[in-house]
């Protein structure tokens, strides 16, 4: 037995028994060779599904086809492999946060088949997030086949997502700064190196398997002046279009949730919305990636309304497919969105100013694209750098930074958190690394009860009081009812000094008189988070524990800190 575990953990390897990095590039590199093998299946999977479907096109029902998709994707989720609807990124963010990086292996696949089903049936959405939460999950299990440690299993879980999402875009920058960035959320050495490596070899399995090309080629632009400065607009239309994609997302995942439907049947009646609007703009279905190579290269030739329109029908869709129970993620309809906001944004600017020269609207479809990445995730630098190398685009870097920088201060105005992120901050699930959130989430009020206190009841003289004192090396003493044994209060030495130093008062002052009534108290399942903001709001030192009226201890300031100062060692240590 001793021998087997050996095997399994490499960690008690000579090689690795003083340095673990070692140990985590060399599991970063099969995790990310797995998730571009996951990526590329599902990549695959889609073609053949669309050029299936295609064949349907000229029917008049088949506006349904997406209906279809999304009710299997759906039954399949809930049916067979258990788990809900949705894209998946935020249970990975939430098992970073909470749970050191612990997902299920059913999770490495069941995405997969799903989001197929939805997406290569005309649903509006993208095959990336459900190749994250594959990576990730793969990421995981492979950690936990080893008996990694949750720091470990961590960082394999961001090189899982950044393995995943390098190898579908062919792009292993913007995979690494997706994983540190979005899902770990933790720029350390000890996480970037082993996330490097997974994200070069998922792009090197793509690379081998699909060859080696930009998915979005575009003409050179010749840039001046007056077009960066130009961007600035886009920015602001990039932002009010992301802000209105997480709304309606949102809302249609609220408004689904009122009708007394199964999943399932909820799921086609989206699925269904979409291939109507289909029918009349079929720039809306699927993930779009045809659609975003015409607009980058100034070849969609529509006017003005038709674009705007396009627009609207792509958020429109894309709500309706993820918000009434398909599954699949958000990237690849914000490229859609993205560059049907920045041609517009160039008919915009051609009608109101017909002299200037402007820039091919392949440019501003190329920084819509960015702005709607970096609106929606808040993630400023993956939308930089995915840009940037699935367009090849690095001459357009400086407009770039600017639209992916502002349109994310002006989503963090209106939508603090971003949309992987807002339900896990309303929550209070969204533990970051090395946060006090983080650090405390281990810890719990039970465990840091101080009992060795000195109970006392409201009917003791303060002569008899006086007697504790000398013995207590405490200064806190809970009073109880010698009737009842309910607590009543506390009495604080601080507070009764006065009375203490005035023998005449020993005999004729009772505890009950003098105790503090009106006291703040801890209930064993608070959050030690708030229990510590309650005591630095309050000025508090020590607080009581009850439950049912019953004292069980006290919880204090200088235990919390002590064993916050342990557990982030723990946490922190490399």
Known sequence: MRILRSWRYPGNWPIFRFDDRLLLILMAAIVGNFSGLASVALNRSLVMMSEWIHHFRHYWWVFVLPAVGAALSSLFLEKVVNEGAGHGVPEVIYSVSRYGGLLRFRSSFSRLISSCLTIGSGGSAGPEAPVVISGAAIGSNIAKYFSLNDRQRVTLVGCGAAGAISSIFNAPIAGMVFA???????????????????????????????????????????????????????AVMSAAASILLTRMLRSMHTVSHKVSAPIWIRAAMGGCAVGVIGLFLPVVLGEGYHSVKILIEGEYGQVLAVVALASFAKIAATALTLGWGGSGGIFAPCLVIGSLVGVTYHHLLALFWPSVSWVNEGYYALLGMAGLISGMLQAPLT?????????????????????????????????????????????????RPGTDARVLSDLNVTELIEKDCIIVNQNMLLRDFVDIIKISPRNYFPVEDDQ???????????DIRPYLFDPVMYDAVFLGQIMNTKVEVVHPDDDLLDVVRKMDMKGLFSMPVVVNNRFLGLISKATILDQYRKELMVQTSH
């Open 383 to 431: 939308g930089v750098f995915l840009i940037i190398e699935i367009t090849g685009g690095w001459e357009v870097i400086l407009p770039l930074i600017m639209v992916s920088a502002v349109t994310t201060t002006l989503c963090h105005y209106f939508e603090p958190a971003s949309y992987y992120l807002k339900d896990l901050v309303e929550h209070g699930h969204l533990l």
């Open 180 to 234: 540190v960035e979005v899902i770990v959320g933790e720029w350390k050495s000890v996480n970037i190196v082993p996330i490097a490596i997974a994200s070069v070899a998922g792009t090197e399995i793509s690379r081998l398997l699909q060859g080696n090309q930009i998915p979005f080629s575009h003409h050179l632009f010749n840039i001046d002046l007056l077009n960066i400065f130009a961007c600035l607009g886009l």
């Open 484 to 494: 009842t044994g309910n607590f009543l209060g506390i009495i604080h030495l601080d």
